[in-house]
């Protein structure tokens, strides 16, 4: 029921497209997932993400485990009935989430310990656990649980996070998944070449049906992140798609999918939409500034959403001052589709043939 | 620019059934107008208006003054421009919102003095003022600024502020207005049925375009505030539209429809959605209960709005439990619509001319 077709390779970078298919229809790539954490892309229901385009979203196991659970969440009909979302969904693993919190967590062999961020009760997750949990959510496409590590780390920690990783793959793919749930493999390393080459080969050894590459854009150089995704790309099969996950500005997709990723995923522009930070064919907007207070202008002039072919810059600017949620909302609907609709450029020069064009053209606009 | 035509009227109670024409576009009366404080029904968008039926909306005199500035709106096109609305805007006079300020407020002949409740600016708004700033917003309906008083107070105090109004309203009327834009007069006299007369004949001698029934729905008994609409609209002239000023329930429509009412405005169904108060065919939801946790059912099954036809209770609850603002957005979506469908099945029971059948039965099913 799952499976990736790669259509075609850029021949002057490693950019490539393709197509997912899922047990809820196809998948263009290279492709920008929005986040859906709990059940709602914030201030967006699965009718608006439909409108903008959006053919696959990710949510957050961990946070739809604690609220409302799973469990609740399978006896609903999993997370596309309960919220109406008809097209393809990815989960995370939680394990990210859970390597965030602040408070306790404890790790083993077994698992992951940890508390609640909302109430403080006490939790385990096994890498059993997170298969089924995601199972239970219905998803298309799930995470093994990884052992994700701060950056910098000392090299033995990086390489046994690495190896736990991949133990803790080995149990999660013998757990039983829906027909057509596919689990992928994720690659982990740090900013360590050597460790990322092996964490990659031995991933692919599992022979997954897709590859995330994780652990990076936590506050690393962009020039390590850029080097360990070509780690990574060098390895991955080519007839597998290559999520990097939790990544990231437009450049970083950017330069993402030159670098051989088909998939992403990041909150960067919902919550940049809720900060009023929007993403324009001219820059950042910050439509906080007073600058912005009598400017009848759209917001971007080259821009077809619903927000910038219907409203001012002024409008903007008043809503987000007034504290009205209709001004987060507005500005989710066009960071979100600023990002689907660059992807849809992506992936338009790359069936044309003009990929590295496109690419250099885009990133010497951004200077 | 601005007519009434009054279609026909109930033979049993004092319902009426008519039409309203404006600068933008004609409002079929009895009509519910939904609360746009900030240019904003919060949470919803003029598109999500039109969609819904709104033939009208108000906007606060008060918010649009102290941000972003009349002078500012004016300067971008008015209201209508500025939030993309295209049919008919009622503006209120600020006078109630200056008067619930907790902090300064001295009230003279010449005006009101007051501080803003953003920043504790000063302020002074006259009567004139008020016209002048609802002109600068675009306003096809506005309201002369009034005397407002609390209740319970003594009768001399109820009959100056009525005096008072009547002398604001006779410098209100002779500010200039743009073409087509309507100042409706407004009747005051607490639950004192001697000073509403006095009040609405005085009022109506002013032969203006419309009335206002002011100073109700402030704490005073439903009997009282019931008497006060029969006095007065046994005295308001039957070829002009009456508007009941910031009222009220589900209830209280209906009753102010029977009474002769043509207009209504409150806060109501979108504040009780943001609280998670929703209204139903069935009565009253709380959806923050637990016991909505796995209802699988749609919020109300005799509803046909965005929200019931494809969301259900469980993930309405989920979402208010998780403060995410799509539930806020859906279920204003539904209490907006649950308000506007009351509206119209008053109307067609009025053109089927079985209103007081209708009226019965829906009174008999509240209890």
């Not at 961020?117 to 656990?129: N, T």
């Not at 998803?139 to 994700?148: E, G, K, N, R, T």
């Amino acid at each position: 029921m799952f499976s990736f077709e790669l259509y075609s390779k850029d021949p002057k970078s490693n950019a490539r497209r393709g197509q997912l298919r899922t047990n809820h229809g196809t998948v263009q790539t290279p492709v920008f997932m929005p986040v859906g954490t709990n059940m709602t892309v914030k201030t967006l229901d699965a009718f608006d993400l439909t409108s903008l385009g959006a053919e696959i979203i990710l949510s957050n196991a961990y946070h739809n485990y604690l609220r409302p659970g799973d469990v609740r969440v399978a006896s609903m009909g999993g997370v596309h009935q309960m919220m109406a979302w008809k097209r393809s969904l990815l989960t995370d693993s939680g394990g990210f989430q859970i390597f965030s919190l602040k408070g306790l967590r404890k790790i083993s062999e077994e698992g992951v310990k940890f508390q609640s961020h909302l109430s403080g009760e006490r939790h385990f997750l096994s890498p059993e656990r997170v298969v089924e949990l995601q199972r239970n959510l219905g998803s298309d496409i799930m995470m093994p649980l990884d052992h994700c590590i701060e950056l910098p780390s000392e090299k033995q920690k990086v390489l046994e996070a690495a190896q736990r990783t991949l133990r803790w793959l080995d149990r999660a793919v013998k757990q039983p998944r829906n027909e057509g749930q596919a689990l992928f493999g994720i690659v982990q390393g740090g900013i360590d070449a050597q460790i990322r080459t092996f964490s990659a080969k031995e991933t692919i050894e599992r022979d997954l049906p897709g590859y995330s590459i994780g652990g990076l854009s936590v506050g690393e150089e962009k020039n390590a992140m850029m080097e360990m995704i070509e780690v990574c790309t060098e390895i991955l099969p080519h007839d597998k798609p290559r999520y990097l996950m939790g990544v990231g500005t437009p450049r970083d997709l950017i330069e993402g999918v030159y670098r051989g990723v088909d998939m992403f995923d990041c909150v960067m522009p919902s919550r940049n939409a809720r900060n009023g930070t929007l993403f324009t064919s001219e820059g950042k907007v910050n439509i906080k500034k007073a600058q912005y207070s009598e400017d009848q202008t759209s917001l971007d002039p080259d821009c077809s959403c619903h927000t910038c072919k219907n409203f001012t810059r002024a409008y903007l600017h008043h809503l987000f001052r007034c504290n009205e949620i209709l001004g987060l909302r507005l500005n989710t609907i066009h960071n979100i589709h600023y990002y689907l609709e660059l992807m849809r450029k992506v992936r338009e020069s790359l069936d044309q043939g003009r990929f590295s064009e496109f690419y250099r053209q885009w990133i010497s606009s951004q200077v």
